[in-house]
């Protein structure tokens, strides 16, 4: 199976687009589970990183962009370009993931580069 390349721009070096599929994501909602929550409340008490919620943060937007890769490729793309994250809060108990970007077919591009050049 070929990789999905994810990038934040709205290209990739070195390689040419050769079709735009669209719109694609990856959602996921989470709950931290009641213990967790009570040990992250006591941490607020003290400042500092709440290390539970920082984790459960970075598992979430893993799993996001999983999953939007899932869909681009389900969608034909071997690159999804432009990519970002939005994120909210459902209620006091849950947090939603959104990865996104723009599914494209992308191939290497064999046209040597040439500089920039300003004149």
């Given amino acids: 199976m070929v990789e999905c390349i994810i990038v934040s721009t ?9 079709k735009n599929i669209g719109f694609t994501w990856g959602l996921i909602v989470r709950s931290r589970g009641l213990g967790g929550n009570i040990v992250a409340g006591l941490r607020t ?8 919620y920082t984790q459960l943060l ?5 799993q996001a962009l999983d999953r939007m890769k899932d ?5 034909g793309a071997n690159a999804v370009i432009s990519v970002g994250f939005d ?4 209620g006091q108990s849950m947090t939603e993931v959104l990865a996104y ?3 494209v077919v992308i191939e290497p591009e064999t046209a040597p580069s ?3 050049r300003l004149t």
């Fill in 10 to 18: 709205p290209f990739v070096p070195g390689h040419k687009i050769t």
């Fill in 71 to 75: 869909h681009a490729t389900e969608m």
């Fill in 101 to 103: 970007g723009t599914a």
């Fill in 58 to 62: 970075n598992e979430s937007r893993s």
């Fill in 45 to 52: 008490i003290t400042g500092g990183e709440i290390h539970e």
């Fill in 87 to 90: 994120s909210s809060e459902i």
């Fill in 114 to 116: 040439n500089p920039v």
